[in-house]
């Protein structure tokens, strides 16, 4: 199943084994950013980088940007290359809210989110010492309206530079998923309160989005698992379910739901204590549905095979195995990953991992 061909909106993929979005912090050598991910064209569809849509949305230095139009010729070639090599590409779109960086924010601004209340934990800083998240300021009404319009801008230069769609970042706990829990988000206005308040600036985004490339260009992430930095919800099953049913109505390309709790070394699944969102999610949303975290071949095969899920996204496997689908196929052998070059560098880690020869 999962090398069978599917539609993810009007797209036609070849397979249903997509490339997860990771930040690699590369733009910094743009000509280096296009190579990578055509190599990795083979994917039924390749999901690239958060990409900020907003000059307060700041964090490590060379991730992906699409705030200034001066982005649209970069993301163009990556676009070109991709497409050349016979992939198909969307771009994700994200502000990071309070999980900007306080050292990196525009003539010293405040970092801003749904409520004044820092998130846990610390940030590597400029100076390339950790320090503390900052306390964000909270969104007047007005600036939520902009913040909309700035995910739309970002989303007219990505179809100007020619990606096949975007992918909303409502995951792993920045703004969007900032608004959407009660831990985060305490305001006692239209956007804050009950699910359908707090769903209400993600869906704004949805529909300021779809506007410009059309709904069945747009897929959505979500992370419902994921608690990193504080950020929780007293009831996941409800808000997940009221998101997917929300976006459902709307058609939009695919849902994509992230499943562990966390990702990186030490990735971890929900306990079994935790209540699953995803029966809610697949009942609750009629399109296509991508699961992502910790998939191998086997099961990835397994949970298409089931009918649980109809894509599998893969990060940490894609790293060092650009044609990964061969390799799914034959199950193995993997390159390991050089953890040293997986954020930021150069071609190292990067362009070198070697593909398979088929003798
Ligand atoms: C180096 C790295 C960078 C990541 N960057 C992003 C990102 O930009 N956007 C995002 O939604 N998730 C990001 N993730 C999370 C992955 O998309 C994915 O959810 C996670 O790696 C779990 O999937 P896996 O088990 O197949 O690796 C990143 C993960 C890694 C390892």
Redesign the pocket.
Known sequence: MLFTPFKVGSLEIPNRVCM?????ARWHLPDLVPQYYAQRATAGLLIA??SAVAPLSVSRDFGGRMDEDRWIAPWAKVADEVHAAGGRIFQ?LYHLGRKSDPTRMPNGAQPVAPSAIACTGQIMGKQGAMVDFATPRALEISEIAEIVEQFRAAAVRSKAAGLDGVEI?G??CYLIDQFLRDGANKRTDAYGGAVANRARFLLEVTDAVCSVFGADRVGV?VSPHATADGTSDSDIVTLYGHVAEQLSARRIAYFHL?E?ID??VA?RSPPPSTPLVMPTVRAAFAGPLMV????TAETAEAVIAVGRADLV?????Y?ANPDLVTRLYNNGPYNPRDQAT??GGGEKGYLDYPSLTVV
């Open positions: 997860a979005p990771m930040t690699r980088e958060s994700q970042h995951a792993n992430r992230v562990a990702y990186g990735r992502n975290g910790g998939y996204s893969f990060g940490e496997l790293i997986v954020y």
